[in-house]
Nanobody, 115 residues
Framework: QVQLVESGGGLVQPGGSLRLSCAAS????????MRWYRQAPGEEREWVAS????????EYPDSVKGRFTISRDNARNTVYLQMNSLKPEDTARYFC????????WGQGTQVTVFS
């Protein structure tokens, strides 16, 4: 039973930073890549970061490249998303996801960047 619990979101001004966490359980976390997605109201879910089982390589779309950093702690079954230089367009609910259960989505964590 895959479970993913996101946390760490909040309200932040443009240029600020947040660190999101995703606590995983129910599968062999260290054997699978992990991904972060985000979704704004009325918009499609957007992929924002991927990390390999070893922590490298990591991949990002151009929209967040250079500002977001994905990392993982396999001993803690946790994947993180460090977000710096936040922009209003980063406002969305953020979710982590695993290929083990691609249709499973947790509650996500809301990130709101206001100017």
């Amino acid at each position: 039973q895959v479970q993913l619990v996101e946390s760490g979101g909040g309200l932040v001004q443009p240029g600020g930073s947040l660190r999101l966490s995703c606590a995983a359980s129910g599968f062999a976390f260290r054997n699978y890549p992990m991904r972060w997605y985000r979704q704004a109201p009325g918009e499609e879910r957007e992929w924002v970061a991927s990390i390999s089982i070893f922590g490298q390589p990591a991949e990002y779309p151009d929209s967040v490249k250079g500002r977001f950093t994905i990392s993982r702690d396999n001993a803690r079954n946790t994947v993180y998303l460090q977000m710096n230089s936040l922009k209003p367009e980063d406002t969305a609910r953020y979710f982590c996801n695993t290929v083990v259960a691609p249709d499973y989505w947790g509650q996500g964590t809301q990130v709101t960047v206001f100017s």
